[in-house]
């Protein structure tokens, strides 16, 4: 019998249970028969579904080894970095981020099962493994996995020179730590000079809601959010503001619901200019209250 949730397909347990035993231990590894055959009676073939070949990422991280040490393997040889808040969508090539999902899912039914839930007989966790897998990947972690959304710049025409501010963005993220959500906002205060590129409004949403989309502390996700902006535009002063809630406080440990955290970053003109810092403080403060 199937030990996998029994609303998954046989195409889906084969290639989970593969990924499973490839490499876990035999004490947590997900107890399945090796299939006699690899099509699962509909007329597709169980390692390869929806038509996938075997040259296909999809066939090759089951057959050989677990996607993630490819992909680990490939960052490794770059001597490259892939801490919670990185982004390693550049060594991730097509078609890999689904092999990924089934692997992230079977591992997730494991940890189920490690927890003693009944994945079978549970019809609200059946397809746990499966949700968690693409919420992970697709959805709340996407700032590893895909690679930045396009900024395109436009030359400062005008020579524009005054204060702008950009807030609140609302941002949604993770502690590394426990994987509880951060749910804050974001103000950015951009000087230009006539040397700088500017970036429509929609993009400042766009890239914040990129870095926060994957496990973070938020003083390193305002730095990273920085360091773009500063790339991109060339600004003579860039100033970020971030407050937000942090669940790993309010739902577990202290569970103090009250506490907030706020955090800035200021470069150039905002760093050197005392009443350039004051006046970008006082205004999103007025919002603020």
């Not at 947590?28 to 990422?57: C, I, K, W, Y």
């Not at 697709?138 to 020179?161: D, I, K, Q, W």
């Not at 230009?192 to 949403?205: D, M, Q, R, V, Y």
């Not at 506490?259 to 800035?264: A, D, G, Q, V």
Request: proline share 6%; hydrophobic share 40%; with cysteine.
């Amino acid at each position: 019998m199937h030990q996998i949730g029994s609303g998954y397909p046989p195409a889906t347990t084969s290639i989970a249970n593969r990924l499973m035993n490839d490499k876990l231990p035999p004490s947590v590894a997900l107890q399945m028969p090796h299939d006699e055959h690899l099509n699962d009676g509909s007329g597709e073939n169980a390692l390869h579904p929806q038509g996938t070949g075997p040259d296909r990422p999809e066939a090759l991280s089951a057959l050989g080894r677990p996607m993630s040490e490819q992909i680990r393997a490939r960052i490794r040889s770059a001597g490259a970095r892939f801490h919670a808040n990185d982004n390693i969508a550049g060594f991730i090539r097509p078609g890999e981020l689904e092999a990924l999902v089934l692997e992230v899912q079977a591992r997730m039914e494991s940890v189920l099962q490690s927890l003693v839930i009944d994945t079978e007989g549970d019809h609200n966790t059946q397809e746990t493994g499966r949700r968690v897998a693409r919420m992970f990947v697709h959805e709340v972690f996407r700032g590893r996995y895909h690679a930045m959304p396009s900024m395109t710049e436009f030359p400062n025409v005008s020579n524009l020179n005054e204060l702008m501010i950009i807030g609140p963005v609302t941002v949604r993220s993770a502690c590394s730590h426990h994987l509880c959500p951060i749910m804050g906002e974001v103000w950015i205060g951009v000087m230009p000079n006539e040397h700088s590129n500017l970036i429509g409004l929609s993009k400042f949403a766009r890239v914040a809601d990129w870095i926060m989309s994957r496990p973070q502390i938020q003083e390193e996700a305002v730095v990273q959010l920085a360091d773009i902006l500063q790339e991109k535009m060339s600004p003579d002063g860039l100033a970020i503001v971030m407050e937000a809630d942090h669940f790993c406080m309010h739902w577990r440990g202290v569970k103090d619901v009250g506490s907030r955290m706020i955090n800035s970053v200021m470069r150039g003109s905002f760093l050197k200019d005392a009443n350039l810092r004051r006046e970008f403080l006082s205004l999103i403060q007025s919002k603020r209250a």
